[in-house]
């Protein structure tokens, strides 16, 4: 899931008092101090045109203007700017900007790949050992009694009792190496291009393969009426990964599990008489025969690492963010 964060930029217009800033409309980029008027269209001094308003990180300089572009209709809301955009499009087809309008190249819908943000495997390092404890014949599975700490067959002089005890220990501390990223580090975005006028005599209306939209500085969740097509965009897009989770043990809880195999002949030779695969106090066994030996088979746990908690996650976003809104 990819979530964009983004910084809201926000301007404020200093008047004297309140009823004044309650009714004033104030457009974002205007510096505090600098003149504004009620209604829903960009105004400027008297000498509108002579200077213009500043910009956000990286983006163009926007004359303020006393008229709306005539293309406008329901003029320009306030908090907006007019401009002429392109986008977004596949690279390579997006159309120039005209004469006396500031090219800006922008980025929009960032999106994150399969495979950006992932993180090594978690391996484990140590290993797990089995003790078997094993007791045959008598009232108390003690007249045959032996431990084996690994597989093997084990043979005895006289015929043994069908008594049988199994129990074992599991000893070790294995651990799990650490994850570490591995993904490509990449995303995919669209570019797009605003066209900024550098002065009021250039209208964003009428330009070839541009559409005369407006825009806002940040991250604005609902358009102007009359200019429902919205696009965020920004000057580049970038990718933040997640540190990869701690890798951990996966089966701490395993035990052993060993497999004894009873059989009539010495050295495990011939077919087992029977086979035991369960850990149990002393027990009488159902067997046709006396066993003269057995093959113990561990039956050691391998250590399994995994995340602990989580996965990599990844965010992607966008750098000087803007709202554009177009009819």
């Not at 599991?170 to 900024?196: E, F, I, K, V």
């Not at 933040?240 to 395993?254: E, G, Q, R, V």
Request: glycine share 10%; hydrophobic share 35%; aromatic share 6%.
């Amino acid at each position: 899931m990819v979530r964009i964060r983004v910084a809201m930029i926000a301007a404020a217009c200093a008047v004297g008092a309140a009823a004044s800033v309650a009714s004033c409309g104030i457009d974002s980029y205007l510096t505090c101090g600098a003149p504004c008027v009620d209604g829903a269209v960009d105004v400027a001094p008297s000498d509108a045109g002579s200077g213009d308003a500043p910009s956000f990180d990286g983006f163009p300089d926007a004359p303020a203007c006393d008229a709306a572009p005539s293309c406008f209709d329901a003029g320009v809301p306030a908090g907006w700017t007019p401009i002429a955009f392109a986008g977004p499009q596949s690279l390579g087809s997006l159309p120039s900007c005209p004469p006396g309008f500031a090219s800006s190249d922008l980025v929009s819908n960032p999106a994150v790949p399969m495979g950006a943000c992932s993180c090594s495997a978690c391996t484990a390092s140590g290993k797990w050992s089995c003790s078997d404890h094993i007791g045959i014949g008598g009232g108390s599975c003690d007249v045959i009694v032996f431990d084996a700490s690994t597989s093997g067959c084990s043979s005895f002089t006289s015929p043994s009792r069908t008594q049988l005890e199994l129990s074992s220990q599991r000893s070790g501390n294995p651990t799990c190496g650490t994850s570490t990223p591995n993904g490509t580090g990449s995303l995919t975005d669209t570019p797009a291009r605003a066209c900024t006028p550098s002065s009021c005599s250039e209208s964003v209306c009428g330009q070839a393969s541009l559409a005369a939209c407006i825009y806002s500085a940040g991250m604005v969740s609902v358009c102007p009426p009359g200019f429902p097509t919205q696009t965020f965009a920004g000057s580049a897009a970038t990718l933040d990964c997640s540190a990869c989770p701690k890798c951990a043990l996966a089966n701490a809880d395993a035990g052993c599990t060993p497999t004894l195999e009873l059989y009539a002949a010495q050295n495990c030779g011939g077919a087992p008489v029977q086979s035991y695969a369960t850990q149990n106090q002393c027990t009488s066994l159902q067997v046709s025969s006396a066993f003269l030996s057995v093959y113990d088979e561990a039956g050691v746990p391998a250590p399994s690492c995994d995340y602990g908690g989580g996965n990599v996650s990844s965010t992607a976003q966008l750098a000087n963010p803007i709202t554009i809104c177009c009819p």
